[in-house]
Structures are given as C-alpha cells and as structure tokens.
C-alpha cells in the first residue's frame, strides 16, 4: 500500500508541476528548457551548456544577454550535483520572470520525468517548452465511444478520469413524410442514401482519431436511443479492426451528445475495466452511501475532522481532490508562539495569528503532499478525485475537497 500511495503521489506532483510550468511566462526568449536522456553523459551536457553561454553574448539585449546566462549558470550547477543521469533522464527549466513592477526572479523546476526521455534537447523561449512531457500525462490505456442515431452523433474518448469529446455530427438526414404515392417512394430511398451517408461518415471518422492514436485501445463501447445503433454495427459500417473491439451488448443511452458520452460510461461501468474515472465514481459513491446513514456511517469530511481522524488511524480511505489549491504552512513568531494553518497562498512572512507580529513559515508545503506524508503512517490509502466527473465535482464542492472513509467510527 506504501507504493501504491508514492505512486499516487508522484502522479499528482507531476501533473501540479506541469499545471505551474505551463502558466509561466517570461518577458523575453530567456526561460530555458533542458531534456537530457539517460544515455547522455553529464561532461557533454555541460560542455553544450557552455557553448550556448558563449553564444549568448551574442544577444542584442543586455537584459536578455544577462538573463540567459544566469539561467544557464544556475542550471550547470543544478548538474554538478548530480554523479550520472537518473534511470528515465532528468529534465531542467530555469529563467527569470517578472514580478511586480519592473522586478524578477529566477525560478528553477527539476522534473524526474515518469517515461524515460529519448533525445537531448535545449531550447530557450518566452515559455517552457512542455510538449514530451505533456504527452506522458495522457493515460495511455483508453476506451473509445460513439453514441449515435439517425439525427446525430458524437466520438469520443474515455482516458484515465476524462471524458473527451473528439467528433460531433449533425446529420442532414430528412424527417419522415407521409405524403403517398411514387413520391414517397422516392422520397424514402433518398433518406436511406443520407443515412447510409452519415454512418459511412461517422464510421470513416472513427477510423481517423481511433486506428491513427498512439494509445491503446481497450475497446469501443456504442450507445444511443432506438435501434439506430444496432444497425450501424450490424450493416459493418465500422472498419473491420475497430469492429473486434466494440464491447457487446450495446448501450442505450438517451442523449447522443456529450451528455450522451457521459451516460454511455455511466452505463458501461460494469464492462469497463481499469479506468480511474470509475474508481473515483466508486469511491465518492461509497462516501455518500455512508454519510446517508442516520448516524454518518463511517464517514468524515471538512480537513480538520478529517485530519484528526488521520492522526487517530481511523482512516482507511482519504478521498483528496485534484482541485485543491492550497498550502499547508508552520508559523514561528518573535513572541515564542508557533501553529500550523492552511491558506491559499503563503510568502516567507506572514501575520501571527496569535499576537500579530510579523512571524516566519518555517514549513510551507503544498496541502495534498501534506495530507501524503500525514497518512503514511497509518497506512492509509491516499485517493486523488479528479474534476473530470460530477462526484469529483461534488466532493470539492460540497466537502472542500477533502474526506476519509473510516475503518471504525469516531465519536
């Protein structure tokens, strides 16, 4: 359980890094990003780094010039601390940014990244360059989904917790009509030649974003009202690969947008096997079972009664939300008084709450690693709730992103 927790842990401190990197920008080409595979000797990778610094004092801009060279000093002593590369490559992104006014400050991320890096890469921009470790974020098992009838229909993916729209059709396929005679019979086999159209179109799309994807797919699970569906899977209208992977039976669903999508999963649960997003659903599922219970069951909620019943080892589930932005501070005044508290944000100086002077963080930790090394302890398993699905969305909403599920009640 121990591993299971570092995993979940490391999953969620890279995509936190990933979501800060992403929104950092510089004032100029000087934020820096170095990949270096695990293959890559250290001496080459500081003898390229000082090539560029000797290149750099070619820049036009003083301040550019400047900037570039100290994120390029700052990240060849990051390397000096380093004996060989670790097993998956290590990546670096250094840079100065602003701050208010006409101030900077030189920031420095070290990813481990979770898949090893192939090539040795360095580019220096106005933002970091993300995109190999964007695609290891994407889970990589993932079902694909098409819910359709005679008026539209809609692709999409389930990967991980996320329900992704890919394709969506409105089909130009008349209405029936009830005039009579050789017209209607025309009219009836002009309908069947644009629905014959329209599926055909569905089907060619599916094989685009399902056969052409560089991720696994498990299977295809189909929906829709009526018989509509039945008869696009029937008539081989998808190609014949995907065909082997369409989960049996079909799926009726009411909707055959989004929300359609939604309820195809919703309806699928049961043939779906492995995908975060159902746990999590499972998960806060089993919460509200028990907070339904005339007594609360083996429920808590609200961080300071779920942080207590941590300490106590009443904790076999902490349901964490990915949603919260919050750290996890130590306060130490002047006056002798120290305290824990949980804010949203959190310089090196703050207010004592206690007496009000001017009181140092001697601790300021994001609150889900907090939570991480909290539970360690009591080997409590750590859950982190996307807000990819309405329970994820509910657990932050209404219980402030933070619950447990007991071993035993606490009074």
């Known amino acids: ?197 329209f599926f055909k179109k569905v089907a060619d799309n599916a094989t685009t974003v399902f056969l052409d994807s560089i991720l696994d797919l498990q299977g295809i699970l189909i929906g829709g009202p009526g018989s509509t569906k039945d008869f696009f899977i029937k008539e081989g209208y998808l190609h014949h690969e995907l065909q082997k992977k369409v989960v049996s039976p079909l799926f009726d669903t009411c909707y055959t947008d989004e929300f359609g999508l939604k309820e195809l999963v919703d309806n699928a649960k049961d043939a779906i096997i492995g995908m975060d997003l159902l746990k999590e659903k499972q998960l806060v599922q089993r919460l509200l079972t028990e907070i339904r219970k005339s007594d609360g069951g083996l429920s808590s909620y609200g961080e300071n009664l779920v942080r207590d019943a941590v300490n106590m080892s009443a904790v076999d589930v902490l349901l964490l939300s990915e949603g919260l932005n919050k750290r996890r501070i130590a306060v130490k005044c002047p006056q002798g008084h120290e305290y824990e508290d949980t804010v949203n944000d959190a310089d090196s100086k703050v207010e004592c709450k206690i007496c009000g002077s001017n009181a140092e963080v001697v601790k300021n930790e994001d609150l889900v690693d907090d939570f991480f090394e909290l539970a360690e302890p009591y080997n409590t398993k750590v859950e982190i709730i996307s807000m990819d699905s309405e329970e994820g969305q509910m657990l932050m909403a209404a219980f402030g992103g933070i619950a447990g599920i007991l071993r035993y009640k606490v009074m």
């Open 1 to 197: 359980m121990a591993e299971s927790g570092s995993v979940e842990r490391a999953k969620y401190d890279f995509k936190k890094a990933m979501q800060e990197l992403t929104s950092v920008r510089g004032r100029g080409t000087e934020l820096i990003s170095v990949y270096i595979p695990p293959s890559k000797q250290i001496s080459d990778v500081m003898a390229y780094l000082r090539d560029e610094y000797s290149q750099s004092s070619n820049i036009k801009s003083k301040g550019t010039m400047k900037n570039v060279q100290s994120a390029i000093d700052s990240i060849m002593s990051r390397l000096k601390t380093y004996k060989e590369i670790p097993p998956n490559g290590v990546v670096i992104f250094c840079g100065e940014v602003p701050r208010a006014g006409d101030q900077t400050k030189m920031v420095q991320y070290v990813i481990d990244p979770p898949e090893s890096i192939t090539a040795f890469l360095y580019r220096c921009d106005s933002t970091f360059f993300t995109d190999p470790l964007d695609v290891m974020l994407l889970d990589k098992k993932y079902y694909g989904l098409i819910v359709i009838d005679r008026k539209e229909a809609t692709i999409g993916m389930l990967a991980g917790s996320r329900i992704q729209v890919l394709k969506h059709f409105d089909s130009l396929v008349p209405s029936k009509h009830h005039q009579g005679g050789q017209s209607s019979v025309r009219f009836e086999r002009l309908i069947e030649i644009a629905a014959h159209e």
